[in-house]
């Protein structure tokens, strides 16, 4: 998976057993994706949004929040997000 995402794939699906480390894999790739490439939307799915939520609010947003590359090729506007958009 980390190849996968150092060396530029635009399509990556990775299936994995539960609680083996993918989630923070998926983290360092959505944020590797937001502050290294040119540009393109991240699609993350998890199983239902009560879920997709409650990672948001705990994890995903101050993550990216603290990545000074992430932050910088986002409009000032665009910190507040909701819901992960």
Known sequence: MI???AQG???ITFVKPVQCGGSVVG???VVF???MMSGGDVQWN???D???SERWVKRIERILKACNQVMRRIKA???NWQRGL
Do not use: H, M, V
């Open 77 to 79: 506007e665009r910190t």
């Open 46 to 48: 998890w199983e239902d």
């Open 27 to 29: 983290e360092a790739a």
């Open 3 to 5: 190849n996968s995402i």
């Open 33 to 35: 994706w937001l502050a």
């Open 9 to 11: 794939y635009r399509i």
């Open 50 to 52: 009560i879920k997709a």
